[in-house]
């Protein structure tokens, strides 16, 4: 049996979930996520928990078991708290706003990158060398935030570009200066 499947997911207050067939839908304070769950799978919602089983053992149905329950999970927790991704930009002259919707990156090309967040994404720029990029969904959040990363990923030798507060850079030793001639 899994041991992520068959733990229950506690519905918090203020959290609405409706299971339509295969589609549940979960409803907070922070926005509304649907997702179409697989037929194979049953989600039952018993008042204040949600409980995920499969029919039986097959491989399939095993993968499939705790897969929707963190999903599940996930989007109770997205619309009841959201999730945020922090990102740093080093380098001399690198830097980041906001204008409107668009996040406009200058980080040594000779345009601004100009980025659109995507639909229930918040971007914040709290000083010039931050990116908080926040909202309900897990997956946009964490998506968006790689999309940024990769204008202009950290380099190992001086740690210019864009990485995540959390993220450690491993450094690398430059050209060593040869004794001889």
Known sequence: M?????????????????????????KG?????????????????DGAVINVSRPND??????????????????????????????????VGYRAEVKGKDLVLKIGYSHDVIMT???????????????????????VVGQFAANIREKRPPEPYKGKGIKYVDEYIRRKEGKAGKGGK
């Open 29 to 45: 304070a922070k926005g509304t996520l649907t997702r179409e769950l697989h037929p194979n799978i049953t989600v039952e919602i």
């Open 58 to 91: 097959e491989k399939l149905n095993r993968s499939l078991h705790g897969l929707t329950r963190t999903l599940i999970s996930n989007m109770v927790i997205g619309v009841s708290e959201g999730y945020k991704k922090e990102l740093e930009v080093n380098g």
């Open 117 to 139: 967040a995507p639909e229930g994404i918040t971007v914040e720029t709290p000083n010039p060398n931050k990116v908080v990029v926040s909202g309900p969904d897990k997956q």
């Open 2 to 26: 899994s041991r992520i499947g068959k733990k229950p997911i506690a519905i918090p207050a203020g959290v609405e979930v409706k299971l339509d067939g295969t589609v549940i839908t979960v």
